[in-house]
T-cell receptor
Framework: AQSVTQPDIHITVSEGASLELRCNYS??????LFWYVQSPGQGLQLLLK??????LVQGIKGFEAEFKRSQSSFNLRKPSVHWSDAAEYFC??????????????FGKGTKLSVKP | GAVVSQHPSWVICKSGTSVKIECRSL??????MFWYRQFPKQSLMLMAT?????????EQGVEKDKFLINHASLTLSTLTVTSAHPEDSSFYIC????????????FGPGTRLTVL
């Protein structure tokens, strides 16, 4: 069965420090890959997505993610974290049915706290 | 563009009553809408997929008679929690897939349901 693993439940970084959130997936073929951010009591906002092509994907708010097929990973990075980045981050995958997206499968999320 | 709204944003009800949650795509037509449930500090779990004009497809373990989904138009889907009980208290999030897209979903802001 398809699954998404976010090994870090909670990460705390200092403002201005770099950030990497890990995501690994289990799927037979290359799926569609997503990172979402959720602020408390809010819905999900798409940060970035990977469908095909360049394995380094740029997103909003200065985030980027790199797809590594050999490691089945899609880690999210940001070079310098801002206090407003404190939120819950979800990695998600969706099966790729020849260009049509299957249902999203979410990881359990990583809560990011930012120290002043 | 691609805005999805939910109404109400929060609701408190007595045990045994029914609650209806609306999900609207404001600036696009959505042939498919999804309903998710999120428990505190947990990930999103897909409850059901609804296609305009047809019956919803429920995920395993989701009671279709308890969570009634209607997708009567290309911009509106409703989720009715019937005879709600405290264990139904949760954060319900919808998403919508545009009519001309096979690999995009846009999320609503969520509805917090508390059953007393």
């Amino acid at each position: 069965a398809q699954s998404v693993t976010q090994p870090d439940i909670h990460i705390t970084v200092s403002e201005g420090a770099s950030l990497e959130l890990r995501c690994n997936y289990s799927y037979g073929a290359t799926p569609y890959l997503f990172w979402y951010v959720q602020s408390p009591g809010q819905g999900l906002q798409l940060l970035l997505k990977y469908f095909s092509g360049d394995t380094l994907v740029q997103g909003i708010k200065g985030f980027e993610a790199e797809f590594k097929r050999s490691q089945s990973s899609f880690n999210l990075r940001k070079p310098s974290v801002h206090w407003s980045d404190a939120a819950e981050y979800f990695c998600a995958v969706a099966p790729n049915y020849g260009g049509s997206q299957g249902n999203l499968i979410f990881g359990k999320g990583t809560k990011l706290s930012v120290k002043p | 563009g691609a805005v999805v709204s939910q109404h109400p944003s929060w609701v408190i009800c007595k045990s045994g009553t029914s609650v209806k949650i609306e999900c609207r795509s404001l600036d696009f037509q959505a042939t498919t809408m999804f309903w998710y449930r999120q428990f505190p500090k947990q990930s999103l779990m897909l409850m059901a997929t609804s296609n305009e004009g047809s019956k919803a497809t429920y995920e395993q373990g989701v009671e279709k008679d308890k969570f009634l989904i209607n997708h009567a138009s290309l911009t509106l889907s409703t989720l009715t929690v019937t005879s709600a009980h405290p264990e139904d208290s949760s954060f319900y999030i919808c998403s919508a897939r545009p009519r001309d897209s096979y690999n995009e979903q846009f999320f609503g802001p969520g509805t917090r349901l508390t059953v007393l």
